[in-house]
């Protein structure tokens, strides 16, 4: 979701006369948009504001100015703590308040100092910002829903995000078709809790997330469809019949389930017991059978035994993820988990955290070897780094090279750039460590075509 507000908020500048840049040291203004998650992403940013603040103290011995936003949930979490910490910043703005972003960065030009706004204004951010977005490519991210009320003990993003909100479904549906026009071919629908989502739709009725799925399934040039983060207590039998019936919505899910222990899952406020969850992926998988899962799991949460991190592990082993994550448990301020006093031991977390990940590699491992030598459609994004190479991904959200200085087909123009944005059905050669190397399979049909032609 940061990458979907941080391409917001160059949005927003652009009427200033701003333009993205990609280095600092040619910028009039550098945001730099944050996460408070867990300790070592808050952390870095100040190991980053220290070589920005040598930057700007350059720009201004050289009779310059330079202009330093923090954004994001670190400026909503810290605040004034931030401005006290780091007096050269200029500009603190909240994740729900960065649509007066242009604003705050006026009043810095006219000289005020210090400006911070972490509010949670009432009147929706998405009303100024939505409609001005640009070209972001292929695979566009799109907002749906934001904020959580769920309040997992561990977790933050209640209280930076704020309380659950959904967007009304025809400004979403709205973005999405200029998005599409845009050339956009992938939405990820994106929300902290996106099946929480219940947004009000065009006749006033209240819409869930598979409703929306299935209309954004209908706009042109829309080919594939994708939400993250889901909870399972949130996947409703809808939802479940959209992986059923939208063939535009990927067999491939983010569920996280964070613990296979039932009273770590308790004690994290989860909502549900592993058995639940493991229930819930049998229903998923039966509507859809080709269905892969992605999780996100914590060890070394407050009280967790050696038994409760077994049952981690059983669970991983029942379900089989194409790809996971896990993190060592970080105590947030402020959160309930923060103030418990039975902490795992760093070295414990250390070696649960490699036992685990290496469980989740051997899985992701065997999942992508399964799929070599099929044939799979690629949604091809980009060029890759080496001349004539593109890259696109498979269903599954699996990165694939292909060579196209291999295919002198009809269907590519010289460079084979015009595969940009198209689905080519690609057979998967090779495996490299979390990528493929393809050939795309109407290259080659249409090769032995005009081969078979010139022997005849
Ligand atoms: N410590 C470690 N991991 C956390 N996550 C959220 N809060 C914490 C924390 N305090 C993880 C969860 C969540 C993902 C986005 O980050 O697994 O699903
Ligand atoms: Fe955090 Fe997700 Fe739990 Fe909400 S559901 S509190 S975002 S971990």
Same mark, same amino acid.
């Given at each position: 979701?940061?990458?979907?507000?941080?391409?917001?908020?160059?949005?927003?500048?652009?009427?200033?006369?701003?333009?993205?840049?990609?280095?600092?040291?040619?910028?009039? !203004?550098?945001?730099?948009?944050?996460?408070?998650?867990?300790?070592?992403?808050?952390?870095?940013?100040?190991?980053?504001? %220290?070589?920005?603040?040598?930057?700007?103290?350059?720009?201004?011995?050289?009779?310059?100015?330079?202009?330093?936003?923090?954004?994001?949930?670190?400026?909503?979490?810290?605040? @004034?703590?931030?401005? @006290?910490?780091?007096?050269?910043?200029?500009?603190?703005?909240?994740?729900?308040? +960065?649509?007066?972003? &242009?604003?705050?960065?006026?009043?810095?030009?006219? %000289?005020?100092?210090?400006?911070?706004?972490?509010?949670?204004?009432?009147?929706?951010?998405?009303?100024?910002?939505?409609?001005?977005?640009?070209?972001?490519?292929?695979?566009?991210?799109?907002?749906?829903?934001?904020?959580?009320?769920?309040?997992?003990?561990?977790?933050?993003?209640? +209280?930076?995000?704020?309380?659950?909100?959904?967007?009304?479904?025809?400004?979403?549906? =709205?973005?999405?078709?200029?998005?599409?026009?845009?050339?956009?071919?992938?939405?990820?629908?994106?929300?902290?809790?996106?099946?929480?989502?219940?947004?009000?739709?065009?006749? %006033?009725?209240?819409?869930?997330?598979?409703?929306?799925?299935?209309?954004? &399934?209908?706009?042109?040039?829309?080919?594939?469809?994708?939400?993250?983060?889901?909870?399972?207590?949130?996947?409703?039998?809808?939802?479940?019949?959209?992986?059923?019936?939208?063939?535009?919505?990927?067999?491939?899910?983010? !569920?996280?389930?964070?613990? %296979?222990?039932?009273?770590?899952?308790?004690?994290?406020?989860?909502?549900?017991? =592993?058995?639940? +969850?493991?229930?819930?992926?049998?229903?998923?998988?039966?509507?859809?059978?080709?269905?892969?899962?992605?999780?996100?799991?914590?060890?070394?949460?407050?009280?967790?035994?050696?038994?409760?991190?077994?049952?981690?592990?059983?669970?991983?082993?029942?379900?089989?993820?194409?790809? &996971?994550?896990?993190?060592?448990?970080?105590?947030?301020?402020?959160?309930?988990?923060?103030?418990?006093?039975?902490?795992?031991?760093?070295?414990?977390?250390?070696?649960?955290?490699?036992?685990?990940?290496?469980?989740?590699?051997?899985?992701?491992?065997?999942?992508?070897?399964?799929? !070599?030598?099929?044939?799979?459609?690629?949604?091809?994004?980009?060029?890759?780094?080496?001349?004539?190479?593109?890259?696109?991904?498979?269903? +599954?959200?699996?990165?694939?090279?292909?060579?196209?200085?291999?295919?002198?087909?009809?269907?590519?123009?010289?460079?084979?750039?015009?595969?940009?944005?198209?689905? &080519?059905?690609?057979?998967?050669?090779?495996?490299?460590?979390?990528?493929?190397?393809?050939?795309?399979?109407?290259?080659?049909?249409?090769?032995?075509?005009?081969?078979?032609?010139?022997?005849?």
């Amino acid at each position: 979701m940061n990458v979907y507000d941080s391409a917001r908020m160059a949005d927003s500048l652009s009427p200033l006369g701003f333009e993205e840049t990609l280095a600092p040291e040619g910028a009039d !203004l550098v945001i730099i948009n944050t996460c408070h998650i867990r300790e070592r992403a808050a952390e870095k940013l100040y190991s980053e504001l %220290g070589r920005l603040r040598l930057l700007k103290q350059e720009r201004q011995a050289a009779g310059g100015k330079l202009t330093l936003a923090v954004a994001g949930c670190v400026a909503q979490a810290e605040g @004034a703590e931030l401005l @006290a910490r780091a007096p050269f910043v200029d500009i603190v703005v909240g994740p729900q308040s +960065y649509h007066r972003l &242009a604003e705050l960065v006026t009043r810095s030009d006219d %000289g005020a100092r210090g400006l911070m706004d972490t509010e949670f204004p009432v009147e929706p951010k998405f009303d100024s910002l939505a409609p001005q977005r640009h070209a972001e490519g292929v695979t566009a991210f799109l907002t749906v829903q934001e904020g959580c009320d769920k309040f997992c003990t561990f977790c933050v993003v209640p +209280y930076t995000r704020g309380a659950e909100y959904s967007r009304p479904a025809a400004d979403i549906i =709205a973005e999405a078709r200029h998005l599409a026009s845009l050339g956009a071919v992938e939405l990820t629908l994106l929300g902290q809790n996106v099946n929480a989502y219940h947004g009000v739709g065009p006749e %006033g009725a209240d819409w869930g997330l598979a409703r929306l799925i299935e209309e954004l &399934a209908d706009v042109p040039g829309l080919a594939r469809i994708r939400y993250t983060t889901s909870h399972p207590h949130d996947v409703d039998d809808a939802l479940i019949a959209a992986h059923r019936d939208v063939p535009e919505l990927m067999p491939f899910l983010h !569920l996280p389930v964070q613990s %296979g222990s039932d009273s770590i899952l308790a004690a994290m406020n989860r909502k549900h017991t =592993a058995d639940e +969850y493991r229930r819930l992926i049998g229903r998923l998988r039966d509507a859809r059978p080709d269905l892969a899962l992605s999780s996100d799991f914590i060890v070394g949460f407050p009280g967790e035994t050696a038994a409760d991190f077994e049952a981690t592990l059983r669970l991983v082993r029942d379900i089989g993820f194409a790809q &996971a994550f896990a993190f060592k448990y970080s105590p947030r301020p402020g959160t309930p988990a923060a103030d418990r006093d039975d902490g795992v031991p760093e070295a414990e977390k250390d070696a649960r955290l490699a036992a685990l990940l290496d469980l989740l590699r051997e899985q992701q491992d065997s999942f992508n070897d399964a799929m !070599l030598g099929q044939i799979v459609p690629v949604l091809f994004e980009k060029p890759g780094r080496h001349p004539n190479q593109l890259v696109g991904r498979t269903p +599954y959200l699996q990165p694939v090279h292909i060579d196209t200085s291999l295919m002198r087909t009809g269907l590519l123009d010289k460079t084979g750039m015009d595969l940009i944005g198209r689905i &080519a059905e690609t057979r998967l050669d090779e495996r490299n460590a979390y990528s493929f190397s393809g050939t795309l399979i109407n290259g080659v049909e249409q090769m032995t075509e005009t081969m078979m032609r010139i022997s005849a």
